[in-house]
């Protein structure tokens, strides 16, 4: 059952300056921030653990054969009945020492249909270099049907990575010799890109090529929102999204559409469409991730409609909220200014020391983590921090600042790491994961530093408020 956020509903009060609306909006740029050095090792790293592993199966496939542990099968069925029993039981160091163990036979046969469920383990496992091998393969002796099916699976492995020229190239396939959901499916990829490329005109007639009946459909539109948005094209955004809200038979998924009504009030919101913003951050349930974001959007939209006891309300019910995210911290600096519209310039005094005490508290505890380089937080079990850490009650995405492959590679060594039986190989997946350690740290002391400068930033707007105050006391 969803439960919404239907709130308030309280008459009008007096129009409100919009001041700290465009002072929130703004702190947000300073998430933009990216360490560029980082990045760039990154893209090192994903080399070396590409090379790496190619190196430790090869070794680990030719130690087997020499031990006569694992003989070569010939008969190409039947190897691949074993190697789809490895994959199905997660037994992926078994199934990627069996691949490099019977490559030759796999590029023999390579215009058989089972190349297409290897070159999709094998990009599972970020094993680019032997799926290239394999794709290389198909173009040159396999029919155009299974050379379109390969092209559209390394289409999909780049548009995981961000990789967006990539997915362009990989999809320069006939798509008629695709089945229709892959079709369907290309053309999701193909638009995705091109918007990424800030193409978006291109993007939305892409889009546009998907059938409503497509499992695709709601996202490639969600995605024409959005792209209509990015063209100031909001009326046309707005017609979208209440399309799909409205036909309760093409979306079924509870958190779209919370993400819709998120997109749709904020958009409202920035039109100044106030009343049907706050109605549009009602729709989203209690128990989303978007929940907070609503709470923030209600409050803004009731400031611009001179609500300022419900808005006031709304703040509060953000600001007690169990959670540290920036949502809530700019709750912090949305009080005071309510209190200073409601004239009760002595409680947003408090409100702005309030503030102030908070902001400087969590900049400081933050600070003392970055000293400390996050090491007693992940020296232990870093493996399952990888994609939230929490850190001084701070709940850091790491996946929003830095590509998910780097994370996945680091899972994929750990799993190496005990699978592994040569002393070499050993050897050398140890010292790779002691220097993925101290990348990962910092990536995690990056993300701090990103959380305290907008501390820092939301800090100098407290102290601003209490200064204009403190103006006031004296004219």
């Known amino acids: 059952m969803r439960v919404f956020l ?46 790496l ?8 496939a030719s130690n087997n054969l020499k031990a006569n542990a694992s003989p070569v099968n010939s008969d190409y069925d039947r190897y691949f009945s074993g190697l789809s029993k490895q994959i199905n039981e997660n037994n992926h160091f078994q199934a ?13 046969n390579v215009d058989n249909e089972n190349t297409i469920s290897i070159v999709e383990f094998l990009l599972s496992q970020n094993d680019y270099n032997t799926a290239l091998v394999l794709k290389e393969k198909t173009s040159e002796y396999a029919e155009e049907y299974l050379i379109a099916k390969v092209a559209l699976l390394f289409a999909s492995y780049h548009n995981k990575r961000n990789e967006w020229q990539a997915v362009l190239a990989s999809l320069d396939i006939e798509f008629e010799l695709l089945t229709n959901e892959e079709v369907e499916q290309a053309y999701l990829l193909n638009g ?12 939305i007639n892409v889009y546009e ?34 399309n799909l809200l409205e036909n309760e038979e093409i979306i079924k998924d509870d958190e779209l559409i919370n993400r819709l009504f998120l997109i749709l009030g904020y958009s409202l919101l920035s039109k100044e469409y106030y009343r049907e913003s706050r109605e549009s951050f009602r729709n989203i349930s209690l128990e989303s991730q978007y929940t907070n974001k609503a709470l923030l959007g209600i409050s803004l939209a009731a400031i611009g409609q001179g609500d300022n006891t419900g808005a006031l309300n709304t703040a509060t019910i953000l600001n007690k909220k169990n959670s540290d995210d920036l949502t809530r911290e700019e709750s912090f600096l949305l009080l005071p200014h309510i209190y200073k519209s409601l004239e009760q310039y002595v409680t947003a005094n408090t409100s702005y020391t309030v503030a102030i005490n908070h902001y400087q508290d969590r900049i400081d505890a933050l600070n003392h983590q970055i000293l400390l380089n996050g090491a007693s937080t992940i020296d232990n079990d870093l493996e399952d921090h990888l994609n939230e850490v929490m850190i001084v009650n701070s709940n850091l995405s790491l996946r929003k600042s830095y590509p998910a492959f780097f994370f996945e590679n680091y899972t994929q060594l750990v799993r190496l ?59």
Request: glycine share 2%.
């Open 53 to 60: 592993t190619s190196e430790v199966f090869t070794r680990h």
């Open 96 to 108: 990627m020492t069996s691949i490099y163990a019977h490559l030759d036979l796999i590029k023999d």
């Open 417 to 475: 790491q005990n699978e592994l039986n040569s002393p070499e190989s050993l050897r050398k997946v140890n010292e790779f994961i002691e220097r993925y350690n101290i990348a990962v740290k910092q990536a995690i002391k990056n993300s701090l530093t990103i959380r305290v400068a907008a501390l820092q930033s939301y800090l100098s707007q407290a102290h601003f408020g209490i200064a204009q105050l403190y103006d006031k006391d004296h004219e």
């Open 192 to 203: 995705i890109a091109l918007q990424r490329l800030k193409q978006h005109r291109k993007a």
């Open 6 to 51: 239907r709130l308030f509903n309280f008459g009008k009060l007096s129009l409100v300056s919009m001041t700290v609306f465009f002072l929130i909006a703004g702190t947000r740029t300073v998430l933009a921030y990216s360490d560029d050095e980082l990045l760039a090792s990154i893209k090192d790293f994903d080399t070396e653990y590409r090379n």
């Open 209 to 242: 090529q998907i059938s409503e009946s497509s499992k695709f459909y709601p996202l490639a539109q969600v995605n024409m929102a959005i792209a209509y948005i990015r063209q100031d094209w909001w009326s046309d955004a707005h017609i979208i999204i209440n």
